[in-house]
């Protein structure tokens, strides 16, 4: 496993990563979210012995990455695609860290095979590859040495719709032969498809840790009615938390009312049952739950303002 405890990382005056502690489980996806300068990256070139950290210790299979005899055959890494040289091929990157991994010659094909790069895309320079070409040789590096773990920062970062939907049942597919997946990325709805469990970092802090299913539960229930006054008023009486479109709170409205609960959908179910209101959908809210989840629990980190606000305070 990845288990990563009380990290805090300093630059000057600036704190980027602030008693970090978590722990990634084999056999799972760890999703590990935030906004940008949250300290998602810092915390894992700590993790990989990149960068020291002030306090705090972070393990990989028991040990400190800088530890291990062999790292690359123990744990895969992808942090930067692009850090290779631009005049290598992608046949000569990988032939160079599997002579220094002694491993068969084999291993490269085999790599370059599960990744979807071509003969003739590995006999190309660098140089010449897109953006998604080196996320795929990115992820064969990480591979190569068939390790107990991955950590992988965008990965990805370039691809087409095929390609994320490719990535992505690769990696599920490695976690359930037992390997730890650390997966870092900006993709929300990927992160919520393959996903077991969840960090959330915000201002160099974890805000959130946790089973995904359990934090989105968290997310509420959508549902949706065309008789809102009784609905609300007996989520009230129920001690239910809810938020509605008060556009479509107008009793015999074509348009359902649809309100947002704060709990889980049997308990929403069952008080509209109590209280003879017909519902039009009861559903959980997991559709944009994990979007909603991460922008509220890091609405004091983002750089964004709603496009509405921004302008309203450019025209005052």
Not at 51 to 68: C, Q, Y
Not at 144 to 160: H, K, Q, R, S, Y
Not at 196 to 223: E, F, P, R, S, W
């Amino acid at each position: 496993m990845i288990a990563v405890a009380h990290v805090t990382k300093t630059y000057g005056s600036f704190t980027a990563v602030d008693d970090v502690s978590f722990t990634a489980r084999p056999g799972r996806v760890t999703g590990f979210l935030g906004p940008n300068g949250a300290g998602k990256s810092t915390t894992l070139r700590v993790v990989v012995g990149l960068t020291p950290p002030d306090h705090g210790i972070a393990h990989v299979l028991g040990r400190r990455f800088r530890d291990m005899p062999n790292p690359g055959r123990e744990v895969g890494v992808l942090l930067d695609a692009s850090a290779q040289h631009a005049g290598r091929t992608g046949r000569e990157v990988l032939s160079i860290a599997q002579t220094t991994m002694g491993l068969p010659r084999r291993r490269v094909a085999e790599v370059l095979g599960a990744v979807g790069l071509s003969e003739a895309e590995a006999t190309r320079r660098l140089g010449d590859y897109s953006l998604g070409m080196r996320q795929r040789l990115g992820l064969a590096h990480a591979l190569l040495g068939d390790p107990e773990v991955l950590i992988l920062d965008e990965p990805a970062n370039g691809l087409d719709p095929a390609g994320i939907r490719w990535m992505r049942d690769l990696l599920r597919g490695y976690a359930d032969r037992g390997a730890t997946v650390l997966l870092s990325s900006h993709l929300l709805h990927e992160i919520e498809v393959v996903a077991d469990d969840l960090v959330v970092i915000g201002h160099g802090h974890v805000v959130a840790d946790g089973a995904k299913d359990n934090l989105l539960a968290g997310a509420g229930t959508y549902v949706a009615t065309r008789h809102p006054g009784p609905l609300a008023q007996a989520l009230t009486s129920a001690g239910l938390v809810h938020h509605s479109d008060h556009s479509s709170e107008v009793a015999g409205s074509p348009t359902p009312a649809v309100f947002r609960v704060d709990a889980d959908a049997e308990r929403v179910g069952h008080v509209a049952w109590t209280a003879g209101v017909a519902l039009t959908e009861l559903r959980a809210a997991d559709g944009a739950g994990l979007e909603e989840m991460f922008l509220t629990l890091t609405a004091d980190t983002q750089r964004d303002r709603h496009p509405a606000a921004a302008l309203q305070g450019a025209v005052a």
